[in-house]
Structure formats: structure tokens, C-alpha cells
């Protein structure tokens, strides 16, 4: 019998699980939100994740579940996991991901290096913690936010009012609480994806550079320049250990702040492949996808060493604004032979990830090159 | 409007053309002849491809229909043509394909290295060859032949009666004569990939070594060790000549023997992503089977660089006697993380391709190694 995945979430993590899947001859098999999802090519189902019933159903006959995103409720993943559906990863490793307060505050009990933060349930906590930060700090929802949405940078204990008045304890709301963090003085973002097996193997690819543009990753350099060996032991350390205290299963993807002191703190955690590990599938062995589907099914993980030196992710946010990416392909695949395009099969919209490039080779600033001008295409 | 591929035929060369539609954003769908085929995730239709109400049903939207074998009759394809349909290869180009006497008449007229050649109508005619050449010779039925079925190696007139008494005009028959071939004294076996698109765009990967058991293809290495200069030169020329002047459009593959007198000579065409490109996958920026895409798809065709030095593919043929290959993959991922394992989803049975093992890197003896070792666990 084939091994069988079911994966919640019809989004472009879900499609980019399905060419490893075919390749590997496993059986995969999406729950999607709705008809003409981005994996659409797998979603045998569509229907309400928030829906146990559905989601039960769905499991039948699956060696595992596992998500394209962090969002399905807790108690949805407890039924699932009460009927015996092997779950990854686990709904306590969900909690964590699902909750920034909660994330803060098991990094912070860990012991792992992360921003200054505080819990915020009123105005007076946000100004005590202005007054402790020089007058400015982020403030973000614990909850619900994603890509830029959900942060704000204050230096006014009433610039988030509107959230305040939002808190309770509806877990589809924005959290019972806000979390406060102070603005980190850094020189770039980081970020390090490890994949764990339950059995408790992890490896790692190597750290990346992820260059964000109005809160949305734009680029990964992969590795990330001069990096090597004390900012990338940091990077994967900490990755391996909160993979491990946190007991996360499939890809983890830590976004990191290399710090213009020459720490690395923690920002966020994505309990699945990640934007920033999109340039594996064409620059590694096993890309984090293949890697994620053999962690979820305790299956031996792959070789994540590198075939060229450079490996350059420019996503395309938005898309064109007139036609589709199909009606760019001519001209982005005749100026640039060796560019990888990836196109998401998702209608273009402003500011909406609807695909990217990866160009690979030995020469970083041709490489780079490469793959500015190849997504270029696909924009106006 | 995404661009639409249909594929005629739900085989593993189907199912390899899966992966890069979906990294391309293409929409892929599949006839195959039945349920459970290995192509079966995009297997939209279950039908007959002898029927043209049903091939032409399938091709209704399509923006191209191509094919993962060169088994669709004539007549068929040709009422897919009148219907205003693209269809890539062309009937004239698969028509060559279809009919050994006629691949060799055509190769002879162009001018291509072929082995001494002869049309057999009757025993007589087989004596005869068999005086010209020393008494031993290749007897093929010009239809219906494939791994090693429809060929044998004979040196009595008598041999073939069985053949000779099966010869008709039926197209679904073996051929309305036999083919004769000398028995050429080679060295080893090449094949020469390349690409060519409708518009007259032709690229070429490295020639490749094929190592044959029993008449089916088991180990390719890519490229040929020893090959660069005059004989890949010489490989890439025939194979660039032949899809330009039989007009093949997608992936053309050219089956050569190097002789011990140092000839490259012709074997056999196909006309469709081939056993012997499959290392491309993980070997080479464009795999043969994106490429096809593009190809039939008329958009610009993709560099056929490679990362490694070396990339062997070894096929794993029958798989295990007991079992899956599901069941194998624990032990063959943990011994060899690096090897890209592809498990086309069909049952086991003895002889059949069931799948391959890709392995890369710069040290051939280290790469052989590993791809032997990793295909070996599916083996009993």
C-alpha cells in the first residue's frame, strides 16, 4: 500500500507538497477552503477546517495529516488526534505557532534569545512599555496576522485602541492579549528551516537571508552571505532547539534578526515549509517539501546539501496587472533559459504571493541578476 | 488563462509530466486507459484512445495535446488535426514513429547512420539477408515492439514463421513486413536527448551511456563517460538532424550504438520524454519532462545544464516480490539520503519499470555506487 498524506489548506505550501508526493509515489490528498484552490490538483475535497466532522472524514484512511498553514482550532486537531489519526505536526507544537504571546513566552522560558516583550491588555501596559523603550516599539496581535498584517510600529500608547477593544478569548479572534516587542536594531533578516521526524532526527539547510519589503519576504539568498560558521552555528542551534523543546514535526522555519551587536534573536515561527525555504526545491537535494512530507511520515530525512553555491528566491507579490502570469512565460523563459518560475495557478491581486523564481549558480551577483530580471516578467 | 496540456496515455512518462505542470502553473490532464493508472492524480478521463469521439471529448479546451506513448492510430490523430486541435508531435512525425520499416526508410533517405537494413515479406527474404551478413542477424516486428518484446536475434530463415504468418495491414497488428538489421558490433549504447519546439528552437543535453539487461533499459550515466568531442558531437548532430527533417516537436530521443569501429549509428527514436532522459529530474536545470511541456507548448525551451559533474539513474525493475515499494523506502532513505527516489505507483510484477533511483555528484565511482545501492532495497 502506498503511504497516504492528507493535508489541510488548498494554499501554495499544499500545491508545492504534491510534485515530491507524485515523485516519492505517495498518495496525497488536500482539504481545501474552496473550488479552484492553489492545489487544486489534489484537493479532493473541499470543506471547513473548523468543521471536526469534516476534517474527521477527511482524515479516513490517511497515515498522516498535516496543514498548509497553522490556523485549524485546537479542538479540531484534539478530535482528530482522540480518533487516532497520526497528527504533524502535534496540536501542542499548533499551540505554540498559533499564539505569538504563548510563542514569546516559551522562547523566553526556554531560554532562547529573543526581542524584549511584554503582554499588553491595556493602554497603560503599552505606555509602561514605551516609557521602558524609548518612546517606540512593535505592537502585533497575537493572532490572525500574517505577512505584514497584524504588526504596527507605535510610539503612542493609543495608536492601537482598535485592537485593545478586539481582545477575548475567541480563538478565531486576535487574541485575549496583545504582545509588545522592542524595535530591534538589526542588520538583516535571517532565516533557518530544520526539519524534525518524531522519532527525533533533525537536520538543517543552510541559514538564508531574507530581504522583507513593506513586511513581505521579497528575496532569499541562500546561504546568507558571510555567514558561515558563527552566525549559522547560532541560527541552527537555536532552530534545532526549539525544534526540539517545542517537539515540532515536518519543517520548522525560524525567522531570525542578525542584530547590528552580533546577536541573533528569534522574530517568528512557522511550523511548516516557508517562503524562505522555497529556493530548495531547485537549490537543494531534497527540497523542503519532499523533506517535510518523509518527516510527517517518520520516513528518513533527505541530504539538504546544495548543488550550486548561490541559490536566489525573488517571490512575485501581486502579479501582473493585466493578464496572467501564462501570458508572461514567453518572454520571462526566453530571456532567462535557467530560471526556475513557479507559478501558483492563483488569480493575481495586489500584494498577494502568486508565485516565484529561483536562478541557481556559483557567481551571487549574476545569480541574483537572474533572478530580479526573470520575475520582473511577471509585473508591470 | 492558464495554458491547458492534455496527455494521451496515464504511464509513468505521464505522471513525470505532473510535477513541472504544476511548477509551471500549467494545467495538466490525463487520459488514461483505466483506473489507478500511474498517472492517475491528474487522470481527469478513463477512455479508450482508439476512439476519436473520446480522444476528441478530452481535447475539447486543451491548448495542446501530447502523449506519453506513440501508440494513438493515425486515424485518430488525425481527426484530432481537421478538429483544429495543436497536437505535439505531429501525426506525420508519430506516423515515423509508429512503424520501424518506416523510421528506416526515412532515416536511409535523409542520409542518417543506420545498420544494414531490409524489408521481409517472406522466409526468403530473411535467407537472403542472413547470406549477405554472415549468417546471424536482428529480426524486428516493424509494430508493437517494445523493452526488448518484438525483437530477436535469429540465424535460421525459420525462426520468425510465427511472425511471418501474423503480418497484416492492421494497424493494431505487427506490421504489414518484418525488418532485418545486421547485428551491429558496438562497444556500448548511447542515447541523445534534445528538445525541439513547433517554432524550430532544438536544445540538447549530454549524450548518455545506456546499459541495457534483457533488451530494457538499467542504468543510464550522464553524460557518456569519454563522450565529449567527436562522439557527443556526433550524437547531438544526428539527433538535431533527425528532429528537424522528420519535424518532431517536444522530446525526441535517439537510441545510438557506438561501434567498435568508432560509428555512431541509429537504433531506435522516440518521440516522447524516454527512460533514458530520466536522470534529468535531478541532474539538469530543465528536466525532459518540463522541457516536453514547453515544447508542444511552443515556450521558449529551458537550459540543459547540469549542477554535478555525473548523474546516474538506475532503473528498478519489477520491484519487490513481497510488498511495496512503500514498504522499502525506510531503509533505502536512511542509507542513502541523497538518492532521489521515484516510485511510479504501479503494482510490482517481474520485468516491469516501477520505478528509478536518480543519484548526482563529481565522483562517478561514489555515484554509481549510491544509486545501485539505493535501487538494490527495492529489489529482493
Given at each position: ?30 482539504l ?69 504571546l ?36 512593535v ?64 537536520v ?66 512557522a511550523?511548516?515549509p ?5 529556493w ?46 501564462a ?30 523564481v ?23
Amino acid at each position: 500500500m502506498a503511504l497516504t498524506v492528507g493535508v489541510i489548506g488548498g494554499g501554495q505550501l499544499a500545491r508545492m507538497m504534491v510534485p515530491p508526493a507524485i515523485g516519492l509515489g505517495l498518495e496525497i490528498e488536500v482539504l481545501a477552503e474552496n473550488e479552484g484552490s492553489s492545489a487544486r490538483i489534489a484537493a479532493t475535497e473541499v470543506g471547513d477546517y473548523h468543521d471536526a466532522d469534516v476534517v474527521l472524514a477527511f482524515a479516513k484512511g490517511k497515515d498522516v495529516i498535516t496543514f498548509d498553514h497553522e490556523h485549524v482550532p485546537q479542538p479540531v486537531l484534539k478530535a482528530l488526534v482522540d480518533a487516532g489519526v497520526s497528527v504533524h505536526p502535534s496540536p501542542a507544537a499548533l499551540f505554540v505557532a498559533q499564539d505569538k504571546l504563548v510563542m514569546r513566552e516559551r522562547l523566553s522560558a526556554i531560554g532562547l534569545p529573543v526581542p524584549d516583550w511584554a503582554r499588553l491588555s491595556a493602554p497603560a501596559d503599552l505606555q509602561a512599555f514605551l516609557d521602558e523603550h524609548g518612546g517606540r516599539c512593535v505592537v502585533k496581535t497575537a493572532r490572525g496576522g500574517y505577512d505584514g498584517k497584524g504588526v504596527r510600529v507605535v510610539s503612542d500608547a493609543a495608536a492601537v485602541d482598535d485592537w485593545f477593544a478586539q481582545l477575548s478569548d475567541d480563538p478565531a479572534g486576535i487574541g485575549a492579549a496583545l504582545l509588545a516587542e522592542e524595535l530591534v536594531d538589526f542588520r538583516r533578516e535571517l532565516a533557518q528551516s530544520v526539519a524534525r521526524r518524531p522519532s527525533g532526527d533533525v537536520v538543517a539547510w543552510p541559514v538564508v537571508e531574507s530581504i522583507q519589503r513593506d513586511g513581505v519576504c521579497a528575496e532569499v539568498i541562500a546561504p546568507a552571505p558571510a555567514s558561515a560558521g558563527r552566525i549559522s552555528d547560532m541560527a541552527e542551534e537555536i532552530a534545532r532547539t526549539v525544534a526540539r523543546e517545542l517537539d515540532v514535526t515536518g519543517v520548522l522555519a525560524v525567522e531570525l534578526f542578525e542584530t547590528t551587536d552580533d546577536r541573533v534573536l528569534i522574530n517568528e515561527l512557522a511550523m511548516r515549509p516557508h517562503n524562505t525555504g522555497h529556493w530548495s526545491i531547485d537549490g537543494s537535494t531534497t527540497s523542503q517539501f519532499e523533506q517535510h512530507l518523509r518527516a510527517v511520515l517518520d520516513l528518513p530525512l533527505g541530504d539538504t546539501g546544495t548543488h550550486d553555491e548561490w541559490s536566489v528566491m525573488v517571490n512575485v507579490l501581486g502579479g501582473p496587472a493585466t493578464g496572467t502570469i501564462a501570458d508572461r512565460l514567453p518572454r520571462a523563459m526566453a530571456d532567462e533559459p535557467g530560471a526556475k518560475i513557479h507559478d501558483y495557478g492563483k488569480d493575481p491581486r495586489p500584494g498577494r504571493k502568486v508565485g516565484h523564481v529561483t536562478t541557481t549558480g556559483d557567481d551571487l551577483d549574476d545569480v541574483v541578476y537572474r533572478a530580479r530580471a526573470a520575475a520582473e516578467h511577471f509585473l508591470d
